[in-house]
């Protein structure tokens, strides 16, 4: 009998082993998660920045100038034309994904927007900039204007006056 008692349970080598497999799982799982979270964090700042920019675009459009906006605050804050005329949302964010903030000014003919990207991985997900007829960051195929700043890239919808509106 005391034989069989003994082969009842798992052994501390067989436990041991599990654990192993279980870490070694999760650790894979953990990274892949990281990997499509960071990228979902940096296509919501660039879709932010789109939002913005389509707003500043709309604003020329009904106004034929941008407003005068010296920061990225002025433009998302509920007092900003562009919330109170409906051209972008009004919860905004002033932060980027990464807690970093967004960076922005507009005048008379031309406006520019950026956000620092993901500081952890700036070779694949660098700045972020758009601009009258220009919107950089993302990757091949993205971001590139036609020469003299004019055209949009493909996907960009409604890229603002041409040249800046000069």
Known sequence: M???QRQRGFSLMELLIALMIIGIIATLGIKGYQKYSDAARYEKARYTIKVVGEGLDQFYLANG????????DAMVSAGSPLVQK????ADTPALDPWGTPYEGKSGKGDYLLKCAGDPHNPEERGEITRAPGRFSGGG??????APG?????????N????????
């Open 159 to 166: 890229p603002g006056p041409a040249g800046g509106g000069k």
């Open 65 to 72: 100038r941008y407003p005068d906006l010296t920061t990225w």
């Open 140 to 145: 091949a195929g993205q971001g590139a204007a």
């Open 2 to 4: 005391g034989n069989r």
């Open 86 to 89: 409906n051209m972008i949302p």
């Open 149 to 157: 700043g004019q055209g949009a890239p493909a996907g960009d919808k």
